[in-house]
């Protein structure tokens, strides 16, 4: 089966590839990692080379076995942190786009009240009131990332629901909750889709900021943040930092590629004039 244009494009290929590397490496980090992640077995700060390829850290842990279980920590708790902002964002979002009048009134007002907040500031304000730990440090950024899904899925719904298809099951006896869920909900998807997709590197960035400020996960767990910020203990010894650092970086600039793929994908201007541009 021939992929459309969008997806042959160096970018989406990019993503894609370390993308899928990564989903290995979460996978099978027990049989790829060479030692413990948590064994204090070798020389302390030894530097990249041989049997560590990664350098150790301050307490003689391989980095390279902690980046790589650090993969089974950080990549599935970005995923579901964004599928929980989708699910309540966006229900929330189509509620108040449908039902309009003081439904729609009262859960603006709410998402609001969320952007009026900088977002790092009210994710750790929510993150220490809530007790520092790593779910905590999840609820807390899911508190600052559904507004965002609301507000497009409101402003999309708004501007489905007075569609004829819309009005014509209205008029055939439909109630609102079908509608919502049969004509309006499957037309909307798409641009939730590619925000959900750019909005992973966000998200883990947020997740590991707030375990690099000792919000998130705590030692000796293999969180990437919290390796990154071992890491400034020990400055002098970059590779204790750098590694961890380059693993959210390749992520984040993977998912924002094949969410840029995704939207090119989905816009026929856009997919049209890729095509164009191939011929």
Not at 47 to 61: K, M
């Amino acid at each position: 089966m021939k992929l459309p244009r969008a997806w042959r494009q160096p970018l989406a290929i990019t993503g894609g590839v370390i993308a899928l590397a990564w989903f290995v490496i979460a996978l099978s980090a027990p049989l790829l990692a060479p030692h413990d992640p948590l064994a204090q077995e070798l020389p302390r700060l030894a530097p990249p080379g041989p049997g560590h390829w990664f350098g150790t850290d301050q307490l003689g842990r391989d980095i390279l076995s902690r980046v790589m279980y650090g993969a089974r920590l950080s990549i599935p708790l970005t995923l579901l942190l964004v599928a929980m902002s989708v699910l309540v964002g966006g229900l929330l979002g189509a509620i108040s786009g449908y039902f309009g009048k003081w439904v729609d009134e009262t859960i603006m007002r709410f998402a609001d009240l969320v952007f009026a907040f900088p977002t790092v500031i009210l994710a750790m304000v929510v993150a220490a009131a809530l007790g520092a730990s790593l779910a905590n440090a999840v609820l807390a950024v899911l508190v600052v990332a559904w507004p965002a899904y609301a507000r497009v899925t409101r402003g999309l719904v708004l501007g489905v629901r007075q569609r004829e298809f819309v009005l014509s099951g209205r008029l055939l006896g439909f109630s609102a909750w079908r509608s919502l869920r049969v004509d309006v909900l499957p037309n909307v998807t798409g641009p939730i889709l590619v925000l959900a997709t750019l909005d992973i590197g966000t998200a883990l960035l947020l997740l590991s900021g707030l375990s690099f400020l000792g919000l998130g996960a705590k030692p000796p767990s293999p969180e990437w943040g919290a390796m990154v910020a071992s890491g400034v203990e020990v400055f002098d010894s970059w590779w204790v930092a750098a590694f961890p650092g380059l693993a959210i970086l390749t992520v984040v600039l993977a998912f924002n590629f094949l969410g840029d793929t995704l939207r090119d994908a989905l816009d026929p201007r856009t997919a049209r004039a890729i095509k164009e541009r191939a011929l």
